[in-house]
């Protein structure tokens, strides 16, 4: 009888050992993003487009961490939603990662177009970016009505 205590007692150890370790459930770590910067600002696009503006801020986060124009993408989602302060911080981190995207120059020029101030900076963040895309008639085009617009402002 003794015996039979003692394997019952090692018996319920065992149960509950196995019990409570089977509580605990697996995590599964992702240490590799499987998206490209890419597919993560197309995702944003079309979670933007949905409605779904956490989402979408949530992949340019994460296409930000590889290029610069996650940064830009967050800018004009704040600026859509006139969040102008959020949309400026974002314009500048695009341009501090890659100072040589033009479209964040140019929002940003637009963004103090049409809040109606520091329009003399405004006009020289324009000429970079047209600087920057001197061979892109398309570009160039939209940089000059920018221009225009802050000249216009300026003069009145």
């Known amino acids: 009888m003794i015996l039979f205590v003692k394997y019952f007692h090692f018996f319920i150890l065992m149960v509950v050992s196995v019990l409570i370790s089977a509580c605990s459930m697996p995590k599964i770590v992702v240490l590799n993003d499987p998206l490209t910067a890419e597919e993560h600002l197309q995702l ?3 979670y933007e487009k949905k409605g779904l503006l ?3 801020i949530r992949h340019y986060e994460e296409a930000s961490k590889n290029d610069a124009r996650g940064f830009l993408f967050i800018g004009n989602l704040y600026l859509n939603q006139g ?3 959020q949309a400026e911080e974002n314009y500048r981190r695009a341009i501090k990662k890659n100072n040589k995207l033009a479209d964040a120059y140019n929002n940003l020029a637009w963004l103090y177009y049409i809040k109606g101030e520091r329009l003399d900076e405004a006009e020289d ?3 970079k970016a047209m600087e920057l895309e001197k061979g892109n008639q398309d570009k160039l085009k939209i940089y000059e009505d920018t221009l225009d617009k802050i ?3 300026k003069t009145k």
């Open 44 to 46: 944003g696009l079309s």
């Open 151 to 153: 000249n216009k402002i």
């Open 54 to 56: 956490d989402e979408a």
């Open 83 to 85: 969040k102008h302060e």
């Open 125 to 127: 963040l324009i000429r």
